[in-house]
């Protein structure tokens, strides 16, 4: 079979069953994980499909959410959740660490918690950048395309810069969190340098509060059970099972 018309079944596969995994993909076109999983990389990028952790999701599945708020939108949103999720994890910082944190409005928020400390820092956030040399600490920023809409460094070769690194703690944002897609952001240069930093770290920690539960964005970064999720409520007891859940509590 060429790669169109392959391309095209399973294009025509999701519109009729609106997820699939990997797994079934290679079951019904008879055809190797490694083929399908370019399929579906191809696939998203042409704005055919969504691609998600282990499998696609069709354009029409109606748990997907691409929208994404600017950072001005974001900063008043769920901002006392933030805060207390913010200061939770300032306080899991230590000396020897050597940390990433990601961009994102929680992740910035937990710069204002961090007391005086030794450890050193590397960010792709500007605005985190900014006010971490501002509080005196050793900063790195990672370089790469800017996205306007988060004012994030994102793409290839932030992903690369990143690689070289080996932290001992990350702190992540994320726009969905689902039993079924793990972790998820909207962009897939974004969820690139998102997965290259959880592999490089030795603690990954994601910073969310709990109204993204059960939402799903256009492109996985992470497992559930490779990160532990810092969150100011108590999800279902399906998420309990699959990671490992921080409550930050008044």
Same mark, same amino acid.
């Given at each position: 079979m060429l790669s169109e018309e392959r391309r095209n079944e399973i294009v025509n596969y999701l519109e009729k069953h609106s997820t699939a995994t990997v797994q079934e993909l290679v079951d019904v076109l008879d055809s190797s994980a490694a083929t399908i999983r370019r399929d579906l990389s191809?696939?998203? @990028?042409?704005? %055919?499909?969504? +691609?998600?952790?282990?499998?696609?999701?069709?354009?029409?599945?109606? &748990?997907?959410?691409?929208? @994404?708020?600017?950072?001005? &939108? +974001?900063?008043?949103?769920?901002?006392?959740?933030? %805060?207390?999720?913010? &200061?939770?994890?300032?306080?899991?910082? %230590?000396?020897?660490?050597?940390?990433?944190?990601?961009?994102?409005?929680t992740t910035l928020a937990l710069i204002d918690f961090i007391g005086s400390t030794k450890a050193s820092f590397v960010t792709n956030g500007i605005a985190h950048a900014q006010r971490l040399i501002e509080k005196g600490l050793p900063t790195t920023i990672v370089g790469?395309?800017? +996205?306007?809409?988060? @004012?994030?460094?994102?793409?290839?070769?932030?992903? &690369?810069?990143?690689?070289?690194?080996?932290?001992?703690?990350?702190?992540?944002?994320?726009?969905g969190i689902s039993v079924k897609a793990g972790f998820s952001t909207p962009e897939l240069e974004e969820a690139l340098v998102k997965t290259t930093a959880v592999k490089h770290s030795l603690d990954t920690y994601v910073l969310s509060d709990s109204s993204k539960f059960d939402s799903i964005s256009?492109?996985?970064f992470a497992k559930l059970e490779d990160c532990i999720l810092i969150t100011d409520k108590m999800p279902d007891k399906k998420y309990k099972d699959l990671t490992t859940i921080k409550i930050a509590k008044k």
């Open positions: 191809a696939l998203h @990028e042409d704005n %055919r499909i969504v +691609k998600v952790f282990g499998g696609a999701t069709s354009l029409s599945f109606k &748990e997907i959410n691409a929208f @994404e708020p600017s950072v001005a &939108e +974001k900063a008043v949103m769920n901002t006392e959740e933030k %805060r207390l999720i913010a &200061e939770y994890a300032a306080s899991l910082i %230590r000396d020897d660490d050597f940390i990433y944190i990601d961009s994102g409005t790469g395309i800017i +996205k306007p809409v988060t @004012e994030a460094v994102i793409g290839a070769h932030c992903a &690369e810069e990143l690689s070289k690194f080996h932290f001992t703690k990350a702190f992540m944002g994320t726009n256009p492109v996985s």
